[in-house]
């Protein structure tokens, strides 16, 4: 069993903005799956289906970004996921916007996200997919370019981005991280 996290903060006030881009993704798989976030559990909105014989999950957790591990914690212990079986999607303020890296594990990068997911699970070893969304220019604070939408000119990045992402999503979902990794990396 695998399961897919997009990370981003709940609510209408939230839906296009730059933090959310995790949960763009999920709903971009959703999509192609034609699949709905069906279950209410766990400070989350989730579906459990199956590809290729393997069971997938697609997670939204509703709590907000800082506290994402309170939802994938739960989850995970109720189906017997192990962190390695996990794959979170998040923004990532490190990276030009529309840029996506794929990473096995790590720190959190201070991404408060992150930094819960790290704290919850006891590990840092679960899969990340980083979309990038750039740094915030001029004197912007951090915190007004992470909860505002993206500029109009960066529509067609972000996208591609989320294409992209939602692809090595789904490779995922057949084959193992590191292909999926090496293949999107490249």
């Not at 959310?20 to 971009?28: A, C, R, W």
């Not at 490190?94 to 590990?123: A, E, F």
């Not at 692809?167 to 590191?178: L, R």
Request: hydrophobic share 35%; with cysteine.
């Amino acid at each position: 069993m695998k399961c897919i996290v997009g990370l981003g903060n709940p609510g209408r006030k939230y839906k296009n903005t730059r933090h959310n881009i995790g949960f763009m993704v999920i709903d971009e798989l959703l999509k192609r799956q034609n699949w709905k976030l069906n279950q209410d559990k766990f400070e989350g909105k989730y579906t459990v289906e199956h590809v290729s014989g393997d069971k997938i999950i697609l997670l939204q957790p509703q709590t907000f970004m800082n506290l994402s591990g309170q939802s994938v914690r739960p989850l995970a212990d109720y189906y017997k996921i192990a962190p390695e079986d996990i794959l979170v999607i998040y923004d990532d303020l490190d990276l030009p916007t529309g840029k996506v890296r794929l990473r096995q594990q790590g720190g959190h990068g201070g991404h408060n996200g992150i930094r819960s997911l790290i704290d919850h699970l006891g590990t840092k070893a679960f899969n990340r997919v980083r979309i990038g969304i750039g740094r915030p220019e001029g004197r912007t604070p951090v915190v007004d370019h992470v909860l505002n939408p993206f500029a109009k000119h960066e529509k067609e990045a972000v996208a591609e981005s989320i294409h992209k992402a939602a692809d090595a999503c789904e490779a995922w979902m057949e084959k193992s991280f590191m292909v999926v990794m090496n293949e999107f990396n490249g």
